[in-house]
């Protein structure tokens, strides 16, 4: 038996001694299925308190009704315990402890920024180290409030959030008033800003600074600090310095926008041939129609259009997508979401979406969901853990619910502190003969998997469903709220499996920086 199978048996008290003993090491080995049985638990323990539905004439008590109540506490208490267990004994099985992160400072902006560090993005939280910008642009905002620029082959190092080393290149820096007091150093010279805006250069051993607001405080070895006041300078015998030579971070916003327009407009050409491939089922790319009178249309942009597989929007409100002249849509409440309609029966998938995610805040965090839960119908969620989940059921003839028939994949956790509120790219796609599930984050392949369950040719539909929601959850089930806490920009549905390399072409093509 599998372990669906055998968590089913534990719970309606017809497992075997020597399936027990198989549950036992696989919830001993394994925190995903620790975490399945604890999820299965709390679901038959609900199923067991629900009220019973008949010709409305109230029932006695009896032995029966005394048994069931007994058994549903007895679960509870034992699915409580296994809990307990699980903190004690196995505590990765915990998913919902508190997010940490050892971050002082962020990377706010870039412009053709490429770091030494290949990992380093507009929007990273920044740890204490070393930072090496080989060429372009970089904007650091610290956590005390000081804003750092750096330009060309420059290399800092992170002290705090109060405190950082320019070990080579050109910073500029501006510290508000909440900033007070952040020092910058140099090879021969200590920069404490009492409020201001300067420049510094840094070669080899010597360094320069140029103040071009407010004041400075320089402390240099064998020196009594020096105080420097608008448009003063401090530079040793090599290491010149005027303020030409420094970008204003004005001017750094001026191309940044110029970047994003470039930008825009290279993903319309793009998305206009994109809108062209035959494999596509629908093509929602949220740009607002101005002769939507009502607000409400999202349109399929497919080709041919077709209208009957537009959507509706219901609750959620028009932001800014990737760049400021694009639109999204963000989804924030409850009755939050975008209807659709998808008819036809396919044999394979692939859905694209680029997606800005606000928080993880419920257990199933909805991408699409089909109207309730019939067979062939594909479910993309994002789990409380920030993993991306997909799942598709197929039950046997003449079975409406219960049993283990649905297929469920999970990928490694993508969504966390560091990667909340921006845009990133996720895929998934699905082929019915192989049963391959493939799940992609910002391009890069982040699972692939085929479920034991699977048998080739059944079909897949979709029939109404929708983004950001769920429409109509299945009856009695515990967790019917969830939609999605944040936005989405451009969503794709194809009816065929897309490359690794398409996938990685769409992340390229659509990526904002």
């Not at 402390?219 to 015998?237: E, I, W």
């Not at 399929?300 to 694009?326: H, I, S």
């Not at 800005?356 to 965090?365: A, I, P």
Request: proline share 5%; aromatic share 8%; glycine share 8%.
């Amino acid at each position: 038996m599998n372990l669906e199978s055998l968590i089913h048996a534990k719970l309606d008290g017809e497992i075997t001694p020597e399936q027990h003993a198989q549950l036992e090491a696989l919830l001993r080995d394994d925190w995903q299925a620790r975490r399945l049985y604890l999820e299965l638990a709390d679901q038959h323990a609900r199923l067991l308190q629900q009220p019973v539905v008949n010709t409305g004439r109230l029932k006695q008590p009896s032995l029966i009704s005394r048994t069931v109540r007994w058994r549903t506490s007895a679960l509870i208490a034992s699915a409580a315990a296994i809990v307990l267990l699980a903190f004690i004994v196995w505590p990765r099985a915990a998913v919902d402890q508190e997010a940490t992160s050892n971050g002082v400072a962020m990377v706010s902006d870039t412009l053709d920024a490429d770091f030494a560090e290949t990992a380093v993005r507009s929007g990273d939280t920044i740890a204490p180290g070393i930072l090496t910008l080989n060429k372009g642009l970089a904007q650091i905002e610290f956590f005390s409030g000081a804003t750092v620029l750096i330009e060309g082959a420059t290399q800092i190092e992170i002290l705090s959030a109060w405190e950082a080393r320019c070990v080579s290149g050109r910073v500029r820096v501006h510290v508000p008033p909440a900033a007070k007091g952040f020092l910058m150093h140099a090879p021969d010279v200590k920069l404490e800003d009492l409020g201001t805006e300067f420049a510094l250069n840094v070669t080899g051993q010597d360094s320069a600074v140029h103040v071009f607001d407010g004041e400075v405080i320089a402390h240099t070895k064998d020196k009594a600090p020096a105080s420097l006041k608008v448009g003063m300078s401090l530079a040793s015998t090599t290491a010149g310095v005027s303020p030409q030579d420094f970008l204003p971070i004005s001017e750094l916003q001026g191309l940044i926008r110029q970047r994003e327009q470039r930008r825009f407009q290279q993903w319309q050409a793009w998305s206009e041939g994109v809108s062209k491939d035959s494999r596509l089922i629908a093509y929602y790319t949220f740009q607002h129609e101005p002769d939507d009178r009502w607000d409400r249309l999202v349109s399929n942009l497919a080709a041919p259009q077709l209208k009957q597989r537009a959507g509706g929007a219901v609750g959620a409100q028009w932001t800014q997508g990737r760049w400021p002249a694009k639109e999204a849509l963000e989804f924030k409440r409850p009755g939050d979401r975008l209807r659709l309609n998808l008819d036809g029966s396919y044999t394979a998938l692939t859905l694209s979406a680029w997606v800005k995610v606000d928080s993880v805040d419920k257990k199933y965090n909805s991408l699409l969901l089909t109207d309730g839960y019939d067979n062939g119908e594909p479910h993309w969620q994002i789990y409380e853990d920030g993993s991306l989940m997909f799942s598709i059921i197929y039950r046997p003839d003449g079975i409406t619910r219960g049993g283990d028939w649905n297929q469920i994949y999970f990928s490694k956790p993508v969504f966390g502190p560091d990667s909340l509120g921006r845009w990133h790219h996720i895929a998934v796609s699905y082929d019915n003969q192989s049963g391959q599930v493939i799940q992609y984050f910002d391009g890069a392949e982040v699972s692939r998997e085929v479920s034991k369950l699977h048998h080739a040719g059944r079909p897949i539909s979709y029939g109404p469903c929708e983004l950001g929601n769920w429409g109509l959850p299945t009856q009695g089930h515990p967790f019917p709220i969830r939609n999605l806490n944040g936005a989405i920009d451009e969503f794709a549905i194809y009816a065929a499996v897309l490359s690794g390399a398409e996938i990685q072409s769409i992340f390229e093509n659509g990526n904002p920086k």
